[in-house]
């Protein structure tokens, strides 16, 4: 489902990163760890599509999305790619449910209709935010926003879900149930799950842990 070849990206201030081969393949569940500041961010933004590699191909769904032209590329992130920010990146002004609802509104051409709707709706009754839809994130605990970011990355049931820290900054019990609404989820549709984690205690719980030393190293 996510296929990497030969990946390198390099910003301007210096950092660079190479990846010769990372596969995961559909219904799997895979974490990575790495110390700080070893690109694993870098590492999900190039495989989303949100940022594009010097040189390299990723392949999400049988698409080589690297090689697409901004507009292209946007939709098919849209399309195949739901995305679980390190701090949220949740909308201050928007409810818990127009924050669900946001992938379809940022000109990606998905059709922001009664079926998205219901869906965003029943995510967030699953996550135990039934009566909490028309909160804004400000009126929400760390736990709630945690769990209506994660419900905005699966409302569009995308093949491939990227996870950046989803877990952080939560206590022992919200991690472990933030794990089980991605895992479930994840396995009603099928997806492909790339987690980057800190949380040492969850990695059994994954199909596979890539530990970003061995990915093929940063130069
Ligand atoms: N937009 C940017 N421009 C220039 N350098 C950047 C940019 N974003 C990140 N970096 C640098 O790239 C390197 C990798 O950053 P990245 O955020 O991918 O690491 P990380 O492994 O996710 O770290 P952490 O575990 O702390 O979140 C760091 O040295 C960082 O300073």
Redesign the pocket.
């Known amino acids: 489902m996510i296929e990497i070849r030969d990946l390198r990206f390099a910003?301007?201030?210096g950092?660079a990163l190479s990846v010769p081969v990372l596969d995961v393949a559909a219904r799997e569940r895979v974490a990575v760890v790495?110390p700080?500041?070893?690109?694993?961010?870098?590492l999900l933004n190039l495989v989303s599509g949100i940022a594009v590699p010097d040189a390299g191909r990723v392949t999400l769904d049988g698409r080589a999305i690297s090689a697409l032209p901004d507009r292209a590329r946007r939709a098919a992130r849209a399309a195949s790619v739901g995305f679980v920010f390190?701090e949220f990146a949740l909308v201050d002004y928007l409810s818990a449910e127009e924050n669900v609802l946001y992938p379809y509104r940022v000109g990606t051409g998905l059709a922001l209709d009664k079926e998205a709707r219901a869906r965003a709706r029943a995510l967030l009754a699953e996550f135990g935010l039934g009566e909490k839809t028309r909160r804004r994130p400000a009126q929400l605990s760390q736990g709630e926003r945690q769990r209506v970011a994660i419900a905005r990355a699966l409302v569009t049931r995308p093949k491939v879900i990227l996870a950046d820290e989803a877990t952080g900054n939560l206590d022992p019990a919200n991690k472990a149930a933030a794990l089980d609404l991605l895992f479930a989820q994840a396995a009603e549709t099928g997806a492909a799950l790339l987690c980057?984690t800190h949380d040492h205690e969850l990695l059994p719980r994954f199909d596979r842990v890539i530990d970003f030393a061995d990915l093929g190293g940063t130069a």
């Open positions: 910003y301007g201030s950092f790495g700080s500041g070893a690109g694993k961010t870098t390190q980057v």
